[in-house]
Structures are given as structure tokens and as C-alpha cells.
């Protein structure tokens, strides 16, 4: 990320000559394949990434991006070398320079284990489509609430990766797309919720919708606590566990890693999320007739927004063994013990 951040702060200081009446450029990374160049674009001297590639290597169709933060596109770029075109990134927003450089260094690593053109191109396009996913979810670090949602999630994620299989397991996975429940089974459902080793035993419902009856599908809610422990494991520890049950299929990790982009995760932020957890334990409560809920149907015309809380010990009657539904806790995620506390 320095050597972008140091790259686009000298553009602004020195005479480079303009490529195209728009770009002043500096390559910074020069592989057998592509040119990557820090740039700034325009008459405000927008942080700019360029990617030089062969013509021969551009893609039949690459469809021009807008996000909040920055505009990418396959560009002809007079004054490149013969026989090149370029991938143009253009920053939009300039308090997301930081975020920005990220992405060039995640540009950077893919194109660097890239042995070919065809394969350097594709990682590009890999890398801003993750990307697009992230800026359109967050444009920063997720928040402390949505790191505990994250890794409940990933607890649950986990092991069904074991018992069924990593890639029905993702495809179960809808929160990252913002789906009414957390996952989706083709047999059934689950809400998945966390609470903290304190006081009462208690979760929040932050939507009526997601405890409303499931057609033809038993719907269940899990309660995983969370405790804040140096001898806990931090986010992207637990991202890197959930990693190794995807086995070695390239195309299900990288799937993995585009579903925490939209959840609003990269990895290239690991340093952001110092906070170490101890998770677990589970419990799992089927929801059925007389389980205390308020479904969307009894809230009243004109109202909007009921959140509640369910303190978890008024459900003993309605939980059930966790194992046949989910599989078994990852020991290098989850731990054992009584369970205590309120979210």
C-alpha cells in the first residue's frame, strides 16, 4: 500500500509527460505479462491504477464499472506501448485513498502469481469484481456488531463445509447477498445469532421476517456465544480455519473470499480486526408452533422496525442437538463450555 500512497504523492511533485492528454503515469510492477502503474488521471489529479495489457489478451467484453469509490474500464490509452491496451482505475472517492492503494496491492499479488496474460487478465478482472462486491457493501471496516455477526456465521459456515460439503455450504449461504436468513438448505433453514458471556443469555431479532414460518421447511435459530479473550482467535484467524475445510479446489476458496467481499470483508484488512474472540458454545432451538416470536403478520399496519430481544432460557423446550443439523463444533473455531451471557 506505501509504495501506491508514495507513487501518487510524487506524480503530484515531478514532470511526467501525459499519456492520452489524461494520465501521468509510474510502472511500479513489471512482470513477463502486464505493466502495473501508479497514475493520476484528469485535471484533479485523481489517484489513478493502469494495467497494461497485450491486445491480444484483452477480454471480448469487459463491461465499464461505477462504484462508490472507483471507476474501472477498459480503456485505449494513446502513447501506450504498441500492441498494448489497458484495465484504467480511476479513484471517485478521495477518502478512500487508503482502500484504494489495497486494491492495487491485491492487483499486484494476482497478477504476480499469474504465468500467463490470458491468466494475468482474468486475475484483474477477478480482483475488481471482489472489489465492486466490498464497495457496494461497505466502504470501510466492518463495525463490532457486524464482526460478531460475521463470525457466528463462519462457525456455521464451517461446519457444514464438514458434514455436507464446502461448496453446498456457500451455496446455503445467503447473508453476504442479503438474504432474509443467514443460510438457505434445501431441507431447511438458519437464523444464526451471537450474544456476549455476560449478565442474561439473550439474542437480538433485528427483523420480524426472520423468525416467520419457512414453507415446508423447518426453520432454526442458532445462539453461538462470543466472548472477547486474548486467548481467543481473531477474525481473519477464524476466516483462515473456514479456508482450509474448502479443500483445493481454487474456484470454492475464491468463491469463499467473493462472499466475504460482499459481506464487507477483505483479507488484504486483516490488520484491522485486532479483537480476539472465543466462540462457542453453540445452541440450536427449532422454531415451531409456540415458540415466543413476532412474526411479520402480527406486526401492525404503520409500523416498522420492531427489533426484540429472546433471552435464551425461556427456549430450553424448543432445542434440539445441534450435530444432525449443522455437524460437528471445528475445534480450531468453536470451544465447549456452559453456556452464559446476552448479546
Not at 485535471?43 to 493502469?50: H, L, N
Not at 486494491?103 to 469484481?129: P, Q, R, T, W, Y
Request: proline residues 6%; aromatic residues 6%.
Amino acid at each position: 500500500m506505501a509504495k501506491l500512497l508514495e507513487e501518487w504523492q510524487r506524480l503530484r511533485l515531478i514532470q511526467v509527460p501525459l499519456l492520452g492528454n489524461q494520465y501521468r503515469l509510474l510502472g511500479i510492477n513489471n512482470t513477463t505479462h502486464v505493466m502495473l502503474s501508479a497514475g493520476i488521471y484528469g485535471p484533479s489529479m485523481a489517484p489513478a491504477i493502469v494495467i497494461e495489457i497485450p491486445k491480444t489478451a484483452a477480454p471480448d467484453s469487459f463491461r465499464a464499472l461505477n462504484t462508490r469509490s472507483f471507476e474501472a474500464k477498459l480503456a485505449e490509452i494513446p502513447g501506450l506501448p504498441l500492441g498494448k491496451t489497458c484495465f484504467a482505475l480511476h479513484l471517485t472517492d478521495l477518502g478512500l485513498i487508503d482502500l484504494f492503494a489495497l486494491l492495487g496491492n491485491e492487483i499486484m499479488e494476482a497478477v504476480d502469481k499469474s504465468i500467463s496474460a490470458d491468466g494475468a487478465v482474468k486475475s484483474v478482472i477477478h480482483c475488481i469484481e471482489r472489489w465492486r462486491r466490498f464497495t457496494n457493501r461497505k466502504n470501510g471496516a466492518l463495525d463490532k456488531l457486524e464482526v460478531r455477526g460475521l463470525i457466528g456465521e463462519l462457525a456455521i459456515l464451517a461446519r457444514c463445509a464438514q458434514s455436507l460439503s464446502p461448496r453446498e455450504a456457500l451455496a446455503a449461504w445467503m447473508a453476504p447477498d442479503d438474504g432474509l436468513r443467514d443460510f438457505e438448505f434445501a431441507g431447511h433453514t438458519i437464523e444464526v445469532k451471537t450474544f456476549q458471556a455476560s449478565g442474561s443469555a439473550a439474542v437480538r431479532i433485528s427483523d420480524t421476517s426472520q423468525l416467520d414460518d419457512s414453507p415446508n421447511r423447518p426453520l432454526y435459530l442458532a445462539a453461538i456465544q462470543l466472548s472477547e479473550a486474548p486467548s481467543g482467535h481473531t477474525l481473519p484467524e477464524i476466516v483462515v480455519s473456514v479456508e482450509s475445510l474448502m479443500g483445493n479446489d481454487n474456484s470454492i476458496i475464491e468463491d469463499f473470499y467473493d462472499a466475504l467481499a460482499s459481506y464487507g470483508y477483505l483479507r488484504t484488512q486483516a490488520e484491522t480486526y485486532p479483537s480476539r474472540y472465543t466462540v462457542g458454545p453453540l445452541s440450536l432451538f427449532q422454531v415451531i408452533e409456540g415458540f415466543p416470536r413476532i412474526t411479520s403478520l402480527e406486526v401492525p399496519a404503520g409500523v416498522t422496525g420492531v427489533k426484540y430481544s429472546l433471552p435464551l432460557g425461556g427456549l430450553a423446550k424448543f432445542k434440539v442437538p445441534a450435530e444432525p443439523v449443522v455437524g460437528r463444533s471445528i475445534p480450531t473455531i468453536e470451544v465447549e463450555s456452559n453456556v452464559r451471557g446476552s448479546k
